[in-house]
Protein backbone atom coordinates (compact mmCIF):
# COMPACT_ATOMS: atom_id res chain seq x y z
CA UNK A 1 0.00 0.00 0.00
CA UNK A 2 1.38 3.66 -1.21
CA UNK A 3 1.15 5.61 1.81
CA UNK A 4 0.61 9.67 1.50
CA UNK A 5 2.25 12.17 3.67
CA UNK A 6 0.98 15.42 3.43
CA UNK A 7 2.80 18.81 5.74
CA UNK A 8 2.13 20.82 7.34
CA UNK A 9 -0.96 19.40 9.13
CA UNK A 10 -2.09 22.95 9.54
CA UNK A 11 -1.48 26.31 8.03
CA UNK A 12 -2.44 30.00 9.02
CA UNK A 13 -2.49 32.22 6.04
CA UNK A 14 -3.78 35.76 5.02
CA UNK A 15 -5.94 35.88 2.03
CA UNK A 16 -3.65 37.48 -0.60
CA UNK A 17 -0.50 34.91 0.05
CA UNK A 18 1.22 32.36 -1.93
CA UNK A 19 1.01 28.81 -0.32
CA UNK A 20 2.65 25.42 -1.16
CA UNK A 21 1.33 22.14 -0.01
CA UNK A 22 3.30 18.70 0.22
CA UNK A 23 2.33 15.14 -0.89
CA UNK A 24 5.04 12.69 -0.40
CA UNK A 25 4.55 8.50 -1.43
CA UNK A 26 6.08 6.09 0.54
CA UNK A 27 7.47 4.47 -3.06
CA UNK A 28 7.07 6.05 -6.50
CA UNK A 29 3.72 6.93 -7.77
CA UNK A 30 4.56 5.89 -11.94
CA UNK A 31 2.77 8.12 -14.86
CA UNK A 32 2.26 10.68 -11.89
CA UNK A 33 -1.10 9.05 -11.07
CA UNK A 34 -2.02 11.93 -8.03
CA UNK A 35 -4.80 13.97 -7.03
CA UNK A 36 -5.86 16.74 -5.32
CA UNK A 37 -9.38 17.57 -3.77
CA UNK A 38 -10.25 20.55 -1.95
CA UNK A 39 -13.11 19.90 1.28
CA UNK A 40 -14.54 22.28 3.15
CA UNK A 41 -16.62 21.86 6.58
CA UNK A 42 -19.57 19.72 5.94
CA UNK A 43 -18.75 19.47 2.15
CA UNK A 44 -17.84 16.79 -0.01
CA UNK A 45 -14.76 16.80 -1.51
CA UNK A 46 -14.20 19.27 -4.78
CA UNK A 47 -11.89 17.61 -7.62
CA UNK A 48 -8.86 19.86 -8.14
CA UNK A 49 -6.09 18.48 -9.94
CA UNK A 50 -5.10 14.91 -11.87
CA UNK A 51 -2.37 13.54 -13.36
CA UNK A 52 -0.11 15.40 -10.78
CA UNK A 53 -0.90 18.77 -12.97
CA UNK A 54 -3.73 18.97 -14.96
CA UNK A 55 -6.33 21.29 -13.34
CA UNK A 56 -10.22 19.68 -13.39
CA UNK A 57 -12.76 21.90 -15.71
CA UNK A 58 -13.29 24.93 -14.01
CA UNK A 59 -10.55 25.36 -11.26
CA UNK A 60 -9.06 28.41 -11.65
CA UNK A 61 -5.47 28.90 -12.66
CA UNK A 62 -4.15 30.55 -9.37
CA UNK A 63 -4.68 26.53 -8.56
CA UNK A 64 -1.39 24.32 -9.39
CA UNK A 65 -0.05 20.97 -9.04
CA UNK A 66 3.75 19.56 -9.78
CA UNK A 67 5.94 16.90 -9.07
CA UNK A 68 6.79 13.01 -9.96
CA UNK A 69 7.57 9.93 -8.41
CA UNK A 70 7.26 10.51 -4.56
CA UNK A 71 7.46 14.16 -4.17
CA UNK A 72 3.63 16.51 -5.42
CA UNK A 73 2.92 20.05 -4.36
CA UNK A 74 0.00 21.88 -4.89
CA UNK A 75 1.01 25.84 -4.99
CA UNK A 76 -2.32 28.40 -4.74
CA UNK A 77 -0.60 31.51 -6.18
CA UNK A 78 -3.04 33.76 -4.02
CA UNK A 79 -4.98 32.99 -1.50
CA UNK A 80 -8.88 33.75 -1.87
CA UNK A 81 -11.30 33.60 1.10
CA UNK A 82 -13.10 30.83 -0.52
CA UNK A 83 -9.84 28.79 -0.85
CA UNK A 84 -9.80 28.29 3.02
CA UNK A 85 -10.28 24.39 3.37
CA UNK A 86 -8.46 21.19 3.99
CA UNK A 87 -6.76 19.81 1.24
CA UNK A 88 -6.52 16.21 0.35
CA UNK A 89 -3.68 14.44 -2.32
CA UNK A 90 -4.60 11.08 -3.27
CA UNK A 91 -2.73 8.36 -5.27
CA UNK A 92 -4.20 6.14 -7.75
CA UNK A 93 -1.36 4.46 -9.61
CA UNK A 94 -1.81 1.08 -7.63
CA UNK A 95 -4.75 -0.65 -4.99
CA UNK A 96 -5.90 0.12 -2.40
CA UNK A 97 -6.14 3.76 -3.85
CA UNK A 98 -4.89 6.23 -0.93
CA UNK A 99 -5.12 9.58 0.39
CA UNK A 100 -3.18 11.91 2.49
CA UNK A 101 -4.26 13.00 6.07
CA UNK A 102 -4.84 16.23 4.50
CA UNK A 103 -3.21 20.05 5.23
CA UNK A 104 -6.25 22.49 6.55
CA UNK A 105 -5.15 26.18 5.07
CA UNK A 106 -7.12 28.27 7.73
CA UNK A 107 -6.89 32.25 7.82
CA UNK A 108 -4.27 33.91 10.17
CA UNK B 1 -24.62 18.74 -15.18
CA UNK B 2 -23.58 15.75 -13.40
CA UNK B 3 -25.22 14.92 -10.04
CA UNK B 4 -25.04 11.72 -7.76
CA UNK B 5 -27.09 11.28 -4.82
CA UNK B 6 -26.54 9.63 -1.68
CA UNK B 7 -29.06 7.73 0.56
CA UNK B 8 -29.79 5.11 2.68
CA UNK B 9 -27.48 5.76 5.48
CA UNK B 10 -28.88 5.35 9.48
CA UNK B 11 -28.14 4.35 12.80
CA UNK B 12 -27.40 1.01 13.11
CA UNK B 13 -25.84 -1.93 15.90
CA UNK B 14 -23.00 -3.49 15.53
CA UNK B 15 -23.30 -6.32 12.99
CA UNK B 16 -25.98 -5.18 11.33
CA UNK B 17 -26.94 -4.78 7.92
CA UNK B 18 -27.57 -1.70 5.88
CA UNK B 19 -27.44 -0.78 1.74
CA UNK B 20 -26.44 2.48 0.13
CA UNK B 21 -27.81 3.96 -2.73
CA UNK B 22 -25.96 6.33 -5.02
CA UNK B 23 -28.53 8.08 -8.06
CA UNK B 24 -26.74 9.19 -10.77
CA UNK B 25 -27.70 11.61 -13.87
CA UNK B 26 -25.54 13.86 -15.84
CA UNK B 27 -23.50 11.68 -17.75
CA UNK B 28 -23.87 7.88 -19.53
CA UNK B 29 -23.38 5.59 -16.08
CA UNK B 30 -22.51 2.83 -17.62
CA UNK B 31 -19.60 4.52 -19.26
CA UNK B 32 -17.68 5.00 -16.05
CA UNK B 33 -16.46 3.14 -13.02
CA UNK B 34 -18.22 4.04 -9.77
CA UNK B 35 -16.15 4.11 -6.33
CA UNK B 36 -17.56 4.96 -2.48
CA UNK B 37 -15.41 6.72 -0.42
CA UNK B 38 -15.95 7.00 3.53
CA UNK B 39 -15.06 9.59 6.21
CA UNK B 40 -14.99 8.87 9.92
CA UNK B 41 -16.11 11.89 11.82
CA UNK B 42 -13.38 14.41 12.20
CA UNK B 43 -10.99 11.88 10.01
CA UNK B 44 -9.46 11.97 6.70
CA UNK B 45 -11.05 9.82 3.63
CA UNK B 46 -10.59 6.61 2.69
CA UNK B 47 -11.26 4.68 -0.54
CA UNK B 48 -13.92 1.33 0.03
CA UNK B 49 -15.19 0.05 -3.09
CA UNK B 50 -14.62 0.53 -6.93
CA UNK B 51 -16.78 -0.88 -9.75
CA UNK B 52 -16.18 -0.91 -13.27
CA UNK B 53 -18.82 0.82 -15.97
CA UNK B 54 -20.27 -2.82 -16.79
CA UNK B 55 -19.52 -4.23 -13.75
CA UNK B 56 -17.67 -6.75 -14.50
CA UNK B 57 -15.11 -6.04 -12.11
CA UNK B 58 -15.16 -5.03 -8.42
CA UNK B 59 -12.69 -3.77 -5.72
CA UNK B 60 -12.22 -3.77 -1.94
CA UNK B 61 -9.85 -2.12 0.74
CA UNK B 62 -8.66 -5.07 2.71
CA UNK B 63 -10.70 -3.78 5.63
CA UNK B 64 -14.37 -4.58 3.92
CA UNK B 65 -13.60 -7.70 1.95
CA UNK B 66 -16.10 -10.12 2.72
CA UNK B 67 -18.84 -8.00 4.57
CA UNK B 68 -19.47 -5.03 2.08
CA UNK B 69 -20.32 -5.80 -1.64
CA UNK B 70 -20.39 -3.00 -4.25
CA UNK B 71 -23.20 -3.62 -6.99
CA UNK B 72 -24.86 -1.03 -9.84
CA UNK B 73 -28.05 -1.38 -11.68
CA UNK B 74 -27.19 0.54 -15.10
CA UNK B 75 -30.56 0.27 -16.17
CA UNK B 76 -31.62 2.64 -13.08
CA UNK B 77 -28.37 4.55 -13.23
CA UNK B 78 -27.71 3.65 -9.59
CA UNK B 79 -24.94 2.52 -7.82
CA UNK B 80 -25.37 0.00 -4.48
CA UNK B 81 -23.31 -0.67 -1.38
CA UNK B 82 -24.48 -3.50 0.78
CA UNK B 83 -23.00 -3.39 4.05
CA UNK B 84 -23.12 -6.56 6.43
CA UNK B 85 -21.62 -7.39 9.70
CA UNK B 86 -20.99 -3.70 10.41
CA UNK B 87 -19.06 -2.87 13.08
CA UNK B 88 -17.95 0.77 14.99
CA UNK B 89 -15.07 1.38 12.86
CA UNK B 90 -17.65 1.66 9.84
CA UNK B 91 -19.08 4.98 11.08
CA UNK B 92 -18.54 7.58 8.50
CA UNK B 93 -19.73 9.63 5.96
CA UNK B 94 -19.71 7.46 2.87
CA UNK B 95 -19.34 9.04 -0.63
CA UNK B 96 -20.62 7.69 -3.87
CA UNK B 97 -17.62 9.15 -6.40
CA UNK B 98 -18.07 8.64 -10.13
CA UNK B 99 -14.24 7.67 -11.64
CA UNK B 100 -12.52 9.64 -14.32
CA UNK B 101 -12.56 8.73 -17.58
CA UNK B 102 -9.40 6.30 -17.42
CA UNK B 103 -8.06 6.35 -14.29
CA UNK B 104 -9.31 6.12 -10.50
CA UNK B 105 -9.24 9.68 -9.72
CA UNK B 106 -12.70 10.90 -8.58
CA UNK B 107 -14.34 13.69 -10.77
CA UNK B 108 -17.36 14.01 -9.38
CA UNK B 109 -18.98 13.24 -5.48
CA UNK B 110 -22.41 12.94 -4.24
CA UNK B 111 -23.17 14.69 -0.64
CA UNK B 112 -22.77 11.87 1.22
CA UNK B 113 -24.86 9.95 3.53
CA UNK B 114 -24.00 9.13 7.21
CA UNK B 115 -23.58 5.40 8.62
CA UNK B 116 -23.39 5.53 12.44
CA UNK B 117 -22.85 2.14 13.93
CA UNK B 118 -23.56 2.17 17.47
Known amino acids: EIVLTQSPGTLSLSPGERVTLSCRASQSVSSSDLAWYQQKPGQAPRFLIYGASTRATGIPDRFSGGGSGTDFTLTISRLEPEDFAVYYC?????????FGPGTKVQIK | EVQLLDSGGGLVQPGGSLRLSCAAS????????MSWVRQAPGKGLEWVSG????????YYTESVKGRFTISRDNSKNTLYLQMNGLIAEDTAVYYC????????????WGQGTLVTVS
Open chain 2, 51 to 58: ISGRAVTT
Open chain 2, 26 to 33: GFTFDKYA
Open chain 1, 90 to 98: QQYDSMPFT
Open chain 2, 97 to 108: AKVGSDRYYFDH
